[in-house]
Every structure is written in C-alpha cells, then in structure tokens.
C-alpha cells in the first residue's frame, strides 16, 4: 500500500539551491549521507547503535510528514570487521585449545583484515540492521549498491534513476551505499591498526552525485565535524562559518584526516582568512561544492555530538543554525555574529565617553526624531498600507505601528529626559570604603555588555530603547518586527547619525537579515542580555529558546484590582475603569477584579457592573462569585488568564488577607492594587505582596517608566533579581568593584602580617569614578 503524501510539503521546481536557510523547510527530497564516523563507534569496531536509531527516527519521521529521503550510509566495513574479528578469535581459541601443550600457538594477535572483505561481510548484517530499525516507524526500507561505473555508463545511471524514482514513489526509503566489496584495490594507511582504509571520497561524491542525479532539495552530509571553520579548530580564534558561498573557496586549507572507513570525510576542514589552497583538496567541500553547483543545497554538520544528534537533521530542516550551509547568494550586509562583535567594540568605546558626550548623541538623536519626521512618517505609511493590505494583524498592532507628529515629539521629549539621566550614570560610585590604610574599594555603576532587544510591530520602541542603551553604555543589537521594517531602517539610520558624532557608529545594530529569533537566542558566548518587547506569547517563546543568556521580561501581566469593604465609590468607579478600559491589550491592564464580600448586593457593587456594562467589559465568575448570582455571567475557564481586551474576571474574598492569598496563587507578580480608606489594610497589603508594582488607591496604569518619571523604559520584569517593575536606565546598569592599593598583599593581613583591616566607609561626595574628592 501506498501510503499518500502529505501535502505540508510543497514540490518546488529544481535548479536553483535554497538561498537562505529558512528555506530548507520547503525541501521535499533530501539525501541524508552518513560518514563513517557517525555510524561506527569510538573504538572503530562495531555500529553506534544509539547514534543510528535516532537518525533512523528522524528520517522516519521526515518521511511520514511527505518527504521523500534517502540515505546514503558507511558503516559496511565497521560492521564486517566486528564479525571478523570475532570469527578469527573464535577460531583461534578453538585451534589453541586443540593445540594446548604444544606451544605452537603463542601468538594470539589478528592478521590485517582486508577493507573489502570487512565490507563484503559486514553489509548484509547493515541493512538488516536499518530494516529493523525503520519497521518501528511503519517505514519500509531498500538497498542500493553502486560503483562508479554505474554513473558513467548512460544506460546504467538512467536504470539507477528509474529505480530510485520507483522507491521513492512507493514511499520507501532507498539506503545507498558505494558496493565496496568491488571497489579497486586500497592504498596502505597506517591511520587504522588491522584494517586497511581505502580513499574515503567515494561516500562524499556518491551523496553529491545521487542529490543531483535526482533533482534532492537539499544534502545532508553528516560527519564528525561541526563544519567549517575561520581558523583551525581547536585555536582561540577559530569560529564555526555559518554560511559559506563558492567564492570563499579560494581560502580553504586542511587539518587532520578523519578516523575511520571507506567512506566518509578526508580532512577536517577549516577556512582560512588568506593564504593558498591546500595540495590536498578536501574531497567533502569539493562534493558539496558540486551538488550546490548542480541546484541541491548543502549542509554540513556533525552526527556524532550527543547533544545534538537526536535533533540534528529535524533542525537543519526546520532551518535553524547547524553545521555550515552552503549557498550561492550571499547577503550584502555583515552576518549577525559579525554585527554583535562590532557592537560590542564600539560599545566598549560608548562607555568609555565623558557623560556629556553620549548626553549630546541621545539629543541629538532626539533633535533628528522631529527634523526627520517626514521621511520616518513616509515609511511608516508604506508599513502601515502593508499591513492594512495583508489584512492579518489585530487592530491592537496596528495602532501600535502607527506613528503620528504627536507621538514623534513625545518621543522627542521622553529622549531628552533620558539625556539628563545619562549624566549621572555609567561610572557612579556606589560605595566606598577604606579596606587598610592606602588600600581603598570602591562599587561603580558599569554597563551590562551586549544587549538583544527583540520587539514586535511597535517602531517607537527602536529609538526608546536605543536612547537607554546609549545612556548606559551598553551595546544593543536589534531585532524587529518584519510589520515595521521600513520604519525600524530609517529610525536606525537616523540613530547611526546621532551615535555618528563621537565615532561609535557600530554601537547600535539592526538585524535585518532572515535570522530566526532562536537562533539569536544562541549567542550566549555574544549576548549578555535578552529584553522581549511584545506579547506574552513573544515573552515565553525568548524565555525558552535562550540558552544562557538572562531574559529581562515578563510573560504574563494578570493584574489585580483589589476593592476593599472600606473603599471610597468616587475612587473604585475612576480606578476600575482606567485600569481596564484605557487600554486593554497592555500588559498592565487590569485582568482580575477582587470583590470584598460586604461590598456584594450594595449601590457600590451595582455601579461597578454598571460602569462595566456601559465600557462593554465582558465579565468571567470566578468560582465564589458565581456561587452568589441566580443568574450569572459565563463563569471563567480559568482565574489566571490575561485576557488583553474588554475581558476580565470578577470574583469575591472575605479580607484583604484572602485577596493577598488569591494573588500569589493566581497573579503573574507583575502590577497589583487595592482601593480602601483604611490606612492599616493598605499597609498590610503593600507590605504583604510581594509583586513588582503594588499600589494603594492607583490605576494599574501608572505601572509604566514614563509613569515612574525614568523617561523610557525597556520593559517591565517580574523577576526576582537584577532590574523589577518598569526597567529603565538603572535596569541596564551593573557594577564592578574597584580597588586602589600601594604594594598590598593578602599576606600583610595574615595572622603574621603586619597589617590589620579597617573597613571604613568612606562619603561618596562625587557620583563620577574618576572624578572623587582628595579623601
């Protein structure tokens, strides 16, 4: 039976290879070709089981979602020579155990085993082994031997390639291997004790033959390398290459060959910035160079890492950043790595200006916001008609991607705030303290290094964020929402101008290649911090896919309007409906409403559901409130739930106690009010709870950095360390210590040094490092 194929995967016309990796998600024939070192084990001898069934899996599982994929594997002579080995030991023990006594058998040592009788024998045992392996998956399996002459005699080639085409057809995966029971004879290598290793470009050529010969989408060739590198790996500057183009391939030079088998990789290969091409071309880079030439694409990648091979194929699929890809088009612009390393230098060099002269780019840039406004207004209307056109954002985005006159001078406004903040910040001396005499420690304020911000379709946050970032100090690399590219390039031209005037150009980047947010998230050994600026589901996404690196932000904003029996009615009518009603969707609205029990049945709870009706708030019972109505509203599904639009959730507690208790269990930490006259409840609940913002007789609202008077914020963090609530410039600041000595050691303070500590604090009477009183 034929099983039918999915239509997820689309046939594309072949010819031309995929230009970027996220379009290796549209491949449908992929040859997957497997080095010898990620079929055998460590020791040579034998098959890494582990390694292959979860290789098996993932092509089963690309098979059954309607691709079409195909193997090519190594792995014969490994095999066939665990069986010889063992043969010949058997043997002999018999032969030494029928000789015993006679000493004629001392020498137990194995003869070399022959690479083409080890294949001979091992590859019937191979592909019965991937038989049993691809039953599992309902997935049925067929092997393929080739020699050369199979490619260079017409008549076989078209016989190979109607037979492929037959398998594929009836949806079972071909298994190809180079017949290398017949392959001409080897030439001596030590490299291998008891086995002799033919030239291994067979299995490399073979993949890149067959993925042309076949019209693949995309070749796999895995090995155990990580693919190409800058320098030799291993040395301090060596970098993974992400993308190579056939262009670079003058600069290639070789390392040190690989461990085992007939088939498989040469050399490990590296890139090297100049220099001439090696004398010994690597057979791998050469075969993908010719496949890519022939419109497959090509990645290479290592099958051998545990951490990673029971994903590695899913993930080159889905297009994320393994291995190298090789491509022929090659962007115009520097890769991200290159753009985090430019900011990073240049950000060191931000930092290290006199507070007046980041003060003079922040208004500067501040100045460009207003004198440029017809051309950032220009191509916020391109975006906006874009979206418009597409029809698919929520009106929500849509008013947050509008840009008005107004909206730029407040921008405007909000940056030169920041400026005022930038001089007393990056340098401050926090504390201060006289160790011994002459021996003086001091805490300054520095810059936290590099920072991601990823953000959605809200432009005005580039030039927020870029204000604070430059007031602290900090490097920023940027990340925006493909809704407002147009608005976001011009924006970061105009703040490429303003960081222009004291020569730190490079110290604000903007991604704006097809770079995938996860892999972003990889950069740990680049990145310092990660700020997500959208929605919640933006938030929790970046929270899981960072790998190391901090993420400042919070993924849900469930507040809570707390009305106690004591609260004033002027107060709770105004309070309730700015928290909700004056904009739903943002993350410090009003979610669940707490009703005090006394207040049930009063002129007080009648206006509230009133006030309610008339702004067309959807009311959710909870479960208590509920329990008190004959007839009540659609009873919430769940009491922590962050609706984001006229939505929220009404239910009812007996004390402030109870409504503390009820948001601990059900809040997100993020903004939380209660509205009473009583003095004492109120400090009650302000010193019980333990959120990020907790107000007295105060809209949820006022949770925002402008609100708070920090000119801008970056976000708000529910975090329990670093920066909480509203993050503005003191969120992106740390601090290091700095002492100041004349020959001390810590032997002098010894039990038979000379000298003893003082700990003195000591004033701090100027906030500048590098600008402190004679003391």
């Known amino acids: 039976i034929i099983s039918p194929l999915c239509t997820a995967v689309q046939t594309r016309a072949h010819g031309s290879s995929f230009a970027h990796r996220g379009e290796l998600r549209q491949a449908k024939r ?3 070709k497997l080095g010898s070192a990620v079929v055998t084990r460590g020791d040579e001898c034998g098959l890494a089981l582990g390694r292959l069934a979860s290789i098996v899996e993932q092509v089963a599982m690309l098979q059954n979602q309607g691709r079409e994929m195909m193997i090519v594997t190594s792995g014969a002579v490994a095999f066939g ?37 080890c294949a001979a024998a091992g590859q019937s045992g191979l592909m019965a082994l991937y038989e049993a392996m691809f039953t599992q998956y309902s997935t049925c399996t067929a092997q ?11 008549q076989k080639r078209q016989n190979l390639n109607s037979t492929l085409q037959e398998l594929l057809r009836m949806n079972i995966v071909p298994i190809i291997n180079t017949n290398d029971a017949v392959v001409p004879p080897p030439e001596p290598n030590s490299d291998l004790q008891g086995v002799n290793v033919i030239s291994i470009k067979d299995n490399d050529s073979l993949a890149a033959r067959l ?84 419109g497959t694409s090509v990645v290479i990648a290592n099958g051998t890492n545990p951490k990673v091979t029971g994903h590695v194929i899913t993930d080159i699929v889905e297009g994320k950043k393994v291995g190298t890809f090789f491509s022929e088009i090659k962007p115009a612009g520097p890769s991200v790595e290159q753009q985090t390393e430019m900011a990073r230098n240049a950000g060191r060099t931000l930092a290290s200006l006199h507070p007046d002269q980041r003060s003079e780019i922040i208004c500067h840039l501040a100045d460009l916001l207003t004198e440029r406004k017809e051309d950032i207004l220009a191509a916020n209307k391109t975006d906006m008609d874009l979206a418009v056109s597409a029809g698919h954002l929520p009106s929500a985005m849509i008013k947050r991607l509008s840009l008005s006159p107004a909206k730029l001078n407040s921008l405007a406004i909000g940056l030169r705030q920041i400026a005022v903040s930038a001089q007393d910040s990056v340098g401050r001396v926090l504390r201060r303290t006289r160790v011994a005499h002459h021996l003086e420690l001091e805490q300054i304020t520095v810059p936290i290094g590099v920072l991601l911000v990823i953000f959605e379709a809200r432009p005005d946050c580039l030039p927020q964020v870029s204000a604070l970032s430059i007031a602290s100090g900090n ?57 997500p600026r959208g929605s919640s589901q933006l938030v929790r996404d970046i929270q899981r896919a960072a790998k190391g690196i901090p993420v400042l932000g919070h993924s849900e904003g469930i507040c809570h309007v707390y009305v106690d029996a004591d609260a004033s009615v002027d107060k709770v009518i105004k309070i309730v409906r700015d928290s909700k009603c004056d904009y739903p969707a943002a993350c410090n609205a009003m979610e669940t409403l707490l009703i005090h029990r006394d207040i049930l049945r009063t002129p007080l709870f009648d206006q509230i559901i009133d006030m309610l009706r008339t702004e067309r708030v959807k009311i959710h019972a909870g479960p208590r409130f509920a329990s008190y109505l004959t007839f009540s509203p659609s009873e919430a599904k769940s009491l922590r739930t962050e609706y984001g639009d006229l939505e929220c959730c009404m239910e009812v507690v007996d004390s402030m106690q109870e409504a503390v208790d009820h948001i601990h269990k059900y809040g997100s930490s993020h903004t939380d009010v209660i509205i009473t006259e009583c003095e004492e409840t109120a400090e009650q609940f302000l010193q019980q709870l333990d959120s990020a913002c907790v107000f007295w007789n105060a809209s949820s609202r006022f949770a925002d950095g402008y609100r708070f008077g920090l000119g801008a914020e970056v976000g708000i963090s529910t975090a329990r360390i670093h920066a909480r609530g509203p993050v503005g410039l003191e969120g992106l600041l740390t601090t290091k210590w700095v002492l100041r000595g004349d020959g001390h050691t810590a032997a002098d303070f010894s039990e038979h040094g000379n000298m003893k500590y003082l700990h003195e604090n000591l004033p701090v009477r100027q906030s500048l490092a590098g600008q402190r009183d004679s003391n």
């Open 30 to 32: 992929i040859v997957v």
């Open 81 to 117: 020579k665990q069986r010889l080995r063992h043969e010949i030991l058997l043997s002999q023990s018999v032969r030494q155990a029928l000789h015993s006594g006679h000493n004629q058998l001392k020498d137990m040592s194995l003869p070399v085993l022959e690479a083409r009788a």
């Open 144 to 154: 393929v031997l080739v020699t050369n002459l199979d490619f260079y005699d017409d």
């Open 475 to 531: 490097a920023l690399l940027l990340k925006g929402g493909k809704e407002a590219s147009n608005t976001n390039r011009v924006l970061h031209q105009l703040t490429q101008e303003a960081l222009s005037l004291h020569g730190v150009t490079q110290a604000v980047q903007l991604v704006s290649t097809r770079e995938e947010v996860e892999d972003l998230c990889r950069l740990d050994k680049m990145i310092d911090l990660i700020i």
């Open 211 to 294: 993925a042309v010969e076949m019209k693949a989408d995309l070749l796999i060739a895995l090995s155990d390398v990580e693919g190409l590198y800058n320098s030799p790996p291993g040395t301090d500057d060596a970098k993974l290459i992400d993308i190579f183009y056939p262009g670079d391939q003058q600069s290639i030079t070789y390392g040190t060959k690989s461990r085992v088998g007939i088939g498989g990789m040469e050399a490990k290969v590296y890139l090297r910035s100049s220099g001439s091409v090696s004398a010994r071309p690597e057979m791998i880079v050469k075969a993908a160079l010719w496949a890519l030439q022939g």
